[in-house]
């Protein structure tokens, strides 16, 4: 049976198959963990990002992880929040979804994942958790190489709503 865990840190430091980023359309970096993770990474990153001609919000691309310990990065697209009637729900949990298809595609057994969405991007903390969570357990029912999906919550908040809603 294949496992959620919970860890609250940085996503750039986890030893993991892969990592997932929570990129732009544009997958050229940014500000927040995809600031973080270009950093971290390293120079070659972007150099295989400008090969990829961008992502569809709600899709997902894959990257060697360079100077990571993780092997490689998924880069997913969450949606900006424009109040909730805009799709947003369901691009969001596309960008799970679709990380959760490529590692399958890739083989891959351990993945770790932020709150997509919840940081520049404006989505509520509490709804985004409700739909990641919904939609990891809802991909993790069907076959898939994935044995263990970490959530790592870089905010106390969204770590304290994770805790909560797995509990559950
Ligand atoms: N490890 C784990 N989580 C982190 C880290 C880290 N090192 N740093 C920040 N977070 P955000 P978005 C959390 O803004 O809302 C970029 O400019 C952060 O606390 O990184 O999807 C992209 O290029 C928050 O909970 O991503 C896009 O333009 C979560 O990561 C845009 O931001 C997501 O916050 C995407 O916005």
């Not at 298809?101 to 969405?117: D, K, R």
Request: with cysteine.
């Amino acid at each position: 049976m294949p496992t959620i865990q919970l860890i609250k840190g940085d996503i750039t430091k986890q030893a993991v198959d892969a990592i997932v980023n929570a990129a732009n359309t544009s997958l050229l970096g940014g500000g927040g963990v995809d600031g973080a993770i270009h950093r971290a990474a390293g120079p070659e990153l972007g150099f295989e990002c400008r090969m990829l001609h961008g992502c569809k919000t709600g899709d997902a691309k894959l990257t060697k992880g360079y100077r990571l310990p993780a092997k490689y990065i998924i880069h997913a697209v969450g949606p900006v929040w424009r109040g909730g009637h805009q799709g947003e729900a369901e691009l969001l949990a596309s960008c799970y979804r679709r990380a959760i298809e490529i590692a399958s595609e890739n083989n891959l057994t351990s993945l770790a994942f932020p709150n997509i969405s919840t940081g520049i991007y404006g989505y509520p903390k509490d709804k985004a958790a409700a739909v990641a969570i919904t939609t990891i357990q809802q991909c993790l029912e069907q076959p898939t190489s994935v044995q263990t999906i970490f959530f790592v919550c870089f905010e106390v908040d969204n770590f304290d709503l994770y805790e909560q809603r797995l509990q559950q």
